[in-house]
């Protein structure tokens, strides 16, 4: 059992005129930022304005590149070639990078679609693997724990951090339940401090067809848009805690 | 008199399907390549080749960055603010960074309006000196010879390189002629190689109004799209060189 | 002394993920909706919904058209030509309608800098109106009161509405005091409904120097994100009733 | 075997500053033009001066709408709902009908991976038949010939026009073979001229295995960026004539 984890959130995700999410509260209590970099979201002055709020609270920076989509927020998958997927990470990481103090960011989470895409496509999951080492090979990649794409990454030679999502139901193989799904969310706190702990400190999880399945993760996403978020990440801390389980930022202890 | 000038261009403008300029064959006269970066020009593939085309023709690599309006290619004057201004380039001059090998780069130069606009509002033109300072204090930034905005880099702390144009006419006060005046562009070859070879050698140009005024140049701009750029750069080159002015990119001796 | 009276609110304005406004419960207190058609904000799910939502509630449909800039939400002054606002109006103008029933819309009202750029810019306000005039010369347009822009577009042979806003404070030449300005937006519903009230039923107002101008007014604009909009509408419902001033769409008395 | 045939072509493809296509001349010899909405090409500008065009030279007006993805010029899958392809649809329509001078379009022809998706899925293929419905029912919508997109366009209750392809390979089952794949475009003039003329006057064409299959086509697609496009069209037309075979807009025999 692991004894340290981290905890992650997707933010940033305002464009211009338009809000999205809470991240100043919830920001208080994760240890990694996943901040958006324009394509599907966020625009510079969202992005200078987050990187700010995360760099004040000593939240660790990563990237959070997605798909060019901003009408479909970056979820709908799109037909992009491998080089197609490397030239926008590096495009997106290399632009929030330029909002840090550093210079330097600890990690990189694609959004949405891509996110799901590199799943299930090892050309687009190696290739995005390869922006990040051509761009700092120092940089830990956010990968979806239990899935082929944790390989992938390391056969490349980039760090990699297995995610677990505190709400999302999963496939039998791992693979989260698509949003279009029902049941993919799980709305119940309770249960979803439950499943939290489990993955964590059993290193389990049941599926949504009932099937337990085996689970390693380094961290686990929380959702700034997501009701009670907050809520579940001060319930999940304690329980953690209890447990001599301590949150700490992925770049600390992978 | 000075001894050394460089020759830079812009390019990379092409976007998607879409091709502009002929980038590569301008490359091989040229010291400075002045690279789109996405807002108003140049897309994540486009900007990985062609940075890719500069490094291996040893040509200086600097960011472009424009006004997030592609309709207008950036040439459209937008009351943007001096804040979103500073994060457009930092964002831009950021992720162009990003697809170097070197992950630096030699200079910026803004694009159309957003450099046209920082020649007549000081506000802008230092928000745009303190984003390439809070970047990387090391860069030059190119402007406009002979206008006030000079001084607003030096004082910002920001190595600034003169620029001058091949085939623009100039205002009496040193500023461009707008491109929808008649007059603006000078299309004959002879007299845009005299105007160049007067800039660099004497420091002097003759005004759009007959008036000689002073002009200092660190590097002379070609377009890479109008007809007869490496013909004027071939000729100019020539005659400087047998005037013992050496061509060389800025960053070797400003 | 006029006794019709139209209440506008500009609404449509979410975008993809992103919400904006309390569209529903404004649509309950309005007789014209001005719908934005996808260039400041907006996109085709949002303008088939909202058509939907305003074609149920009986409210009369106008199109709210805007300039390329969602970054900026189209409040961003932009330097685009005559011929290019026609053809943008043009564009969205066209694309609204297609959502509608009737195939057929009431009225249109540029949107923010376009709008405030109708009111300085008498070419720029020939050609939005030509625009209109051109797809369909019973639209009514809609300007600012009491400003030069109602002549042009009655000289172009539109038929024009005149707008009054009930929160925002006007400059004694009748424009309106910039959001930037301190002051330019009256957050005391108390005085707000005064000045309604003042404007609709003697024709007078006073500008942000003290002075009483005149105005006359054909429709008031109500804001769908402002708290307190729909509070706005009943109080000032109440009164005009009270004066005996009928609420109803710019279409039934202009 | 039929006695007309329209020839069509796509166009407007112009975006901003950059080219694309060769319109004016291949408008001297179609018959129905696809004129670009501004999703994957082109702008309000480009729209009104190509329907200005087609106007002049009598030449029938269609929309070519396309997916949000300038970047990839609307060739790249997105897993688009169908209500938002509906929605696209309604939006593009609307928008270049305004331009028009009688209000009114010809037909409709989705463009690129739009096209292609709508062969491949039934029900993004009926929600598109369903926009062009709504908007205007007496509209024609080109679809692929030899395929079941045609039934379920007729299903709906609109006019269909069977469109084959002069240059481009087929697989058996009547559908594209995808750019991506060797052979996909026949770049031999005769052989583009030998199966377009089979096509028509036959209605029969060899697959890409060298099947003969069966077509009927309504409409034969011309490319306006094709090198020889307009070479084939002139080369074509003299053959059909001969044959006694008249090139006329879809609209006058559909």
Redesign the interface.
């Known amino acids: 059992m692991r004894k340290k984890i981290d905890f992650n959130s997707d933010m940033g995700e305002a464009?211009?005129?338009?809000?999205?999410g809470l991240d100043e509260e919830i920001l208080e209590h994760i240890t990694s930022a996943n901040i958006a970099c324009?394509f599907h979201?966020g625009?510079?002055?969202v992005?200078?304005q987050t990187v700010q709020l995360a760099e004040e609270r000593g939240v660790a920076i990563g990237a959070h590149p997605g798909l060019?989509?901003?009408?479909?927020?970056g979820?709908?998958?799109?037909?992009?070639s491998p080089?197609?997927a490397k030239?926008?990470i590096?495009?997106?990481?290399?632009?929030?990078?330029?909002?840090t103090k550093a210079?330097k960011l600890q990690h990189v989470k694609p959004h949405g679609?891509l996110y799901n895409m590199a799943v299930r496509n090892k050309e687009l999951a190696k290739a995005i693997a390869e922006a990040v080492k051509e761009?700092?090979k120092s940089l830990i990649l956010v990968v979806l724990a239990g899935t082929e794409w944790v390989q992938i990454v390391q056969e490349v030679g980039v760090k990699v951090a297995r995610e677990v999502f505190a709400d999302r139901a999963l496939n039998p193989d791992g693979s989260l339940v698509p949003r279009s799904k029902p049941g993919s969310v799980i709305h119940d706190l309770n249960e979803v401090v439950a499943r939290s702990l489990k993955m964590i400190t059993q290193g389990k999880v049941t599926a949504i067809n009932g099937q337990e399945i085996a689970i390693q993760a380094d961290t686990i996403s929380l959702h700034s848009d997501t009701p009670g978020a907050v809520q579940l990440a001060k319930t999940l801390k304690e329980h953690l805690k209890a447990e001599g389980i301590e949150i700490a930022p992925i770049g600390t202890f992978l």
């Open positions: 464009f211009g005129a338009y809000t999205m324009g979201a625009d510079p002055m992005m200078r060019p989509d901003l009408m479909g927020f979820r709908r998958d799109m037909a992009v080089e197609e030239s926008y590096t495009y997106q990481v290399g632009a929030l990078t330029a909002f210079k679609a761009f700092d």
